[in-house]
């Protein structure tokens, strides 16, 4: 009985695809992400790997939520602006 097209490996189309559980650990943007116990389907001739699509999703979702730019709530200084009269800035000498 042939192998059915969902198990067979996309890479070499002679391997079968076998689910393990592997924790799936990158960086993103900085930020180190790790997360245990994700199915990850490899390929038993040729180690072609590739994550389940549901486990990238959810990945993707809390990955998005990280990478939201932080807002600045502090309200505006309220001090003057310098005015330089256009001259260029005094070095003050060492001592």
């Known amino acids: 009985m042939a192998a059915s097209p969902l198990h067979m490996c996309p890479r070499c189309g002679i391997g079968r695809l076998a689910v393990r559980q592997k924790p799936y650990t990158r960086v993103h943007d900085g930020l180190f992400i ?4 994700v199915n990850v389907y490899t390929c038993d001739v040729c180690g072609f790997q590739e994550v389940e699509e549901a486990a990238l999703i959810e990945l993707d979702t809390l990955v998005g939520q990280f990478s939201v730019p932080p807002v600045d ?20 000498p060492k001592p």
């Open 34 to 37: 790790s997360v245990p116990n």
């Open 73 to 92: 709530n502090r309200p505006a200084s309220k001090l003057p602006p310098v005015e330089t009269d256009g001259l260029p800035p005094t070095t003050r």
